[in-house]
C-alpha cells in the first residue's frame, strides 16, 4: 500500500466533482414519442386534463445529478475515545425526485398547468471498494477483517456527505425543472398554446414559470 501522511489524506478528502446525468433524451422522448400518442387524431379535440399530463409523467424515479466524491471517512472505536483508522475511498451519489409523489393540477379559468414536484432525494450511494485505502494511527489495529465494516462506515460517511451538500441539491433541481418541462411542453404546445406551465416544489416556496423553457425546438424551422 502506498504511504501517504495525515495532511495529504485531508487534501484528498475535499476534492469533489459533478457530474450532470440530466437525460436530454426525455425531452426528445415528450417531442417524438410521448407527444404524438397523446395529441387529437383525425377531426377529434383534445383537451388539457391532468390524467393526461400524469400518463405524461409515468416515470418511476428521475436521476437528474450524479456526484463524485474523492473523501476520507475518520473510524473511531465504539466510545470514540481514540481514532482506529482512517479510510479514502471514491464514491458516486445519484440525487432525483421520485415521479410517485409528482402532483398535477390545472386552472382552466387561468390557462395555467401546476407541476407540484417532490424534493430531491438520494437515489443511491455507492463507494467503490476497490479504491479504498488506509492509514493506521498505529499499526496494532491494522487486521484484514475490517475490509467490511470500513465499506459500510464508508457508505454511511458518503450518504452524510451527500445529506449536506446543498449544491448537489440545488443542481438536481434545476435538472429535474428542465427534465419535467422537456416532457410536459412539447405536448402543450401541439394541444393549446395558451396554457402556461408553473413548476412548484412542494417543500419549498419556490414556483418556476417552464413555459419559456426549452422543451424541443420553438424555432418552428
Same mark, same amino acid.
Given at each position: 500500500m502506498e504511504d501517504f501522511d495525515i495532511a495529504k489524506i485531508k487534501k484528498y478528502g475535499i476534492i469533489a466533482a459533478i457530474i450532470l446525468v440530466v437525460a436530454l433524451g426525455l425531452v426528445a422522448l415528450g417531442v417524438f414519442v410521448i407527444a404524438p400518442k397523446l395529441q387529437p387524431k383525425g377531426g377529434t379535440v383534445s383537451t388539457i386534463t391532468e390524467s393526461k399530463l400524469e400518463r405524461i409523467l409515468e416515470i418511476s424515479q428521475l436521476n437528474t445529478v450524479e456526484y463524485t466524491y474523492n473523501a476520507v471517512a475518520t473510524i473511531y472505536n465504539e466510545d470514540y475515545t481514540y481514532i482506529k483508522y482512517y479510510v479514502a475511498y471514491d464514491g458516486t451519489v445519484k440525487a432525483g425526485i421520485d415521479f410517485s409523489k409528482v402532483d398535477v393540477s390545472v386552472d382552466e379559468t387561468t390557462k395555467t398547468i401546476f407541476i407540484n414536484l417532490p424534493d430531491v432525494e438520494i437515489m443511491d450511494v455507492l463507494v467503490d471498494a476497490g479504491s479504498m485505502e488506509y492509514i493506521f494511527p498505529d499499526e496494532f489495529m491494522e487486521s484484514e477483517t475490517i475490509a467490511e465494516e470500513a465499506y459500510r462506515l464508508c457508505n454511511e460517511n458518503l450518504r452524510m456527505k451527500a445529506e449536506n451538500e446543498e449544491k448537489m441539491y440545488t443542481m438536481a433541481r434545476k435538472n429535474a425543472e428542465t427534465a419535467v418541462s422537456g416532457l410536459?411542453?412539447?405536448? /402543450?404546445?401541439? /394541444?393549446?398554446?395558451?396554457?402556461?406551465?408553473?413548476? /412548484?416544489w412542494k417543500n419549498a416556496a419556490s414556483v418556476t414559470d417552464a413555459s419559456d423553457r426549452n422543451g424541443g425546438d420553438d424555432s418552428g424551422e
Open positions: 410536459i411542453k412539447p405536448w /402543450v404546445k401541439q /394541444v393549446d398554446e395558451g396554457y402556461q406551465i408553473k413548476i /412548484v
